[in-house]
């Protein structure tokens, strides 16, 4: 028997909202139905109405990966009212309570986590990322530019920062499907070695450097960065969309063996998601457990202070911090449009509920960074000679020559 309490605070909430929503039961009864809904949510079992009465956000996007319920509209229309449906009870969307578990970072752990997470299909994530499938934040230079040219921009954006220069070696610490070594080898005449732990990654960038000729300048690798032996044995380290993966009890290593690996007066950018509340995991509101169990197991986020304390303690002079929240707010609400574009071809690939996972979690990450939730910190640091300052120019004029 439907529970009438239930629909009754269901209807309350709504209407306190004044959200245009419309909201249809699983026996077709209509709760709130409004001609100008941008947003259709059909509630498919009793406990999605419960949800749905004292709703978080963690808890919606659990019930729609699930099948609780069923969400029709744009995923930053379904993120817009999910946020103001929670605050219309007072309940507010972030409590900084939040921290992803960091104790289950062992090396066998750690590659199971990323393999859970990349070795989804190779052909799924070239249905929404760019050309050269770079999976993190992107640089817009001006709001208009496409995402290919804002993942150009980026990969250009870490190359002067870094200040690379012909012959120089150079090793990006979890690769992703390659982006940053191969454009580094052919524009800039590096030698890139290129470390991952996905096998979906590394069969994908071996076939690139073949493809275009690059055998011999750029190498990939299966490999656990705490497993490189290789000290003072590169000019230049970056680690892009990796450091998540860490953990905050694993800081102090990852620093360490970043600093073992680069030559004295080297340089490391380090590029990462962080939280925006030092002590907090920058989401809350159930959405850290959401991406815990479904989409990053044993991820954890950090605060900026966290990483330039860290870095320093390794004997890493940090040179240079740029916050480029904004554009991964843009970045992720280009891969969630791609995505819903291609949304019949991603069912077929992956599955109904993967689709919805990946569709859920890039859109309530947009509305994250959009709000402030977390930020994105490209960290620049270098290994002192001497106590000396690296080798590093003077001002930012390399950086942005070309901008």
Same mark, same amino acid.
């Given at each position: 028997?439907?529970?009438?309490?239930?629909?009754?605070?269901?209807?309350?909430?709504?209407?306190?909202?004044?959200? *245009?929503?419309?909201?249809?039961? #699983?026996?077709?009864?209509?709760?709130?139905?409004?001609?100008?809904?941008?947003?259709?949510?059909?509630?498919?079992?009793?406990?999605?109405? &419960?949800?749905?009465?004292? *709703?978080?956000?963690?808890?919606?996007?659990?019930?729609?990966?699930?099948? $609780?319920?069923?969400?029709?509209?744009?995923?930053?229309?379904?993120?817009?009212?999910?946020?103001?449906?929670?605050? $219309?009870?007072?309940?507010?969307?972030?409590?900084?309570?939040?921290?992803?578990? #960091? #104790?289950?970072?062992?090396?066998?752990?750690?590659?199971?986590?990323?393999?859970?997470?990349?070795?989804?299909?190779?052909?799924?994530?070239?249905?929404?990322?760019?050309? &050269?499938?770079?999976?993190?934040? @992107?640089?817009?230079?001006?709001?208009?530019?496409?995402?290919?040219?804002?993942?150009?921009? &980026?990969?250009?954006?870490?190359?002067?920062?870094?200040?690379?220069?012909?012959?120089?070696?150079?090793?990006?610490?979890?690769?992703?499907?390659?982006?940053?070594?191969?454009?580094?080898?052919?524009?800039?005449?590096?030698? @890139?070695?290129?470390?991952?732990?996905?096998?979906?990654?590394?069969?994908?960038?071996?076939?690139?450097?073949?493809?275009?000729?690059?055998?011999?300048?750029?190498?990939?690798?299966?490999?656990?960065?705490?497993?490189?032996?290789?000290?003072?044995?590169?000019?230049?380290?970056? =680690?892009?969309?990796?450091?998540?993966?860490?953990?905050? $009890?694993?800081?102090?290593?990852?620093?360490?063996?970043?600093?073992?690996?680069?030559?004295?007066?080297? /340089?490391?950018?380090?590029?990462?998601?962080?939280?925006?509340?030092?002590?907090?995991?920058?989401?809350?509101?159930?959405?850290?457990?959401?991406?815990?169990?479904?989409?990053?197991?044993?991820?954890?986020?950090?605060?900026?202070?966290?990483?330039?304390?860290?870095?320093?303690?390794?004997?890493?002079?940090?040179?240079?911090?740029?916050?480029?929240? *904004?554009?991964?707010?843009?970045? /992720?609400?280009?891969?969630?449009?791609?995505?819903?574009?291609?949304?019949?071809? $991603?069912?077929?690939?992956?599955?109904?509920?993967?689709?919805?996972? #990946?569709?859920?979690?890039?859109?309530? =990450?947009?509305?994250?960074?959009?709000?402030?939730?977390?930020?994105?910190?490209?960290? /620049?640091?270098?290994?002192?000679?001497?106590?000396?300052? *690296?080798?590093?120019?003077?001002?930012?004029?390399?950086?942005?020559?070309?901008?």
């Amino acid at each position: 028997m439907l529970d009438q309490l239930l629909v009754h605070r269901v209807r309350r909430r709504l209407e306190s909202s004044g959200l *245009p929503l419309a909201v249809e039961l #699983w026996n077709g009864q209509h709760i709130a139905e409004d001609a100008l809904a941008a947003v259709r949510v059909r509630l498919n079992r009793l406990t999605s109405l &419960k949800i749905l009465a004292h *709703p978080n956000l963690g808890a919606l996007a659990r019930a729609y990966v699930e099948g $609780a319920l069923d969400l029709e509209g744009n995923a930053r229309d379904i993120l817009a009212l999910g946020d103001r449906l929670c605050n $219309a009870g007072g309940l507010t969307p972030k409590t900084g309570s939040e921290r992803w578990k #960091w #104790w289950r970072h062992s090396r066998t752990r750690d590659r199971q986590n990323i393999q859970y997470h990349y070795d989804v299909s190779n052909d799924f994530y070239g249905l929404w990322l760019d050309a &050269k499938r770079v999976y993190s934040c @992107a640089y817009f230079k001006t709001p208009d530019l496409s995402l290919d040219a804002a993942q150009v921009a &980026k990969l250009d954006h870490i190359c002067r920062k870094l200040d690379l220069q012909p012959g120089e070696r150079l090793l990006d610490i979890g690769c992703g499907w390659g982006g940053l070594i191969l454009h580094a080898a052919q524009h800039y005449g590096v030698q @890139a070695v290129g470390i991952t732990l996905s096998n979906d990654q590394h069969a994908y960038v071996h076939r690139q450097i073949e493809a275009l000729g690059l055998t011999g300048r750029v190498d990939v690798r299966i490999m656990d960065y705490r497993d490189m032996q290789e000290f003072n044995a590169y000019d230049k380290i970056a =680690s892009v969309g990796m450091f998540e993966h860490v953990g905050l $009890a694993n800081l102090a290593a990852y620093f360490d063996r970043i600093a073992s690996l680069l030559k004295p007066g080297g /340089l490391v950018l380090n590029h990462g998601i962080t939280t925006a509340e030092p002590d907090a995991s920058g989401l809350g509101s159930g959405i850290a457990e959401f991406i815990e169990d479904y989409v990053f197991p044993g991820g954890e986020l950090v605060h900026a202070s966290d990483v330039l304390r860290a870095a320093s303690r390794s004997g890493l002079e940090c040179l240079d911090a740029e916050n480029l929240r *904004p554009h991964y707010g843009k970045t /992720l609400w280009h891969w969630v449009a791609r995505l819903e574009d291609h949304a019949d071809e $991603a069912r077929q690939l992956i599955g109904e509920q993967k689709y919805r996972i #990946w569709r859920i979690y890039m859109a309530g =990450s947009a509305h994250a960074f959009d709000h402030g939730w977390m930020e994105l910190w490209q960290v /620049l640091a270098g290994k002192r000679v001497d106590g000396a300052q *690296p080798n590093y120019p003077f001002n930012r004029d390399a950086m942005y020559c070309n901008n």
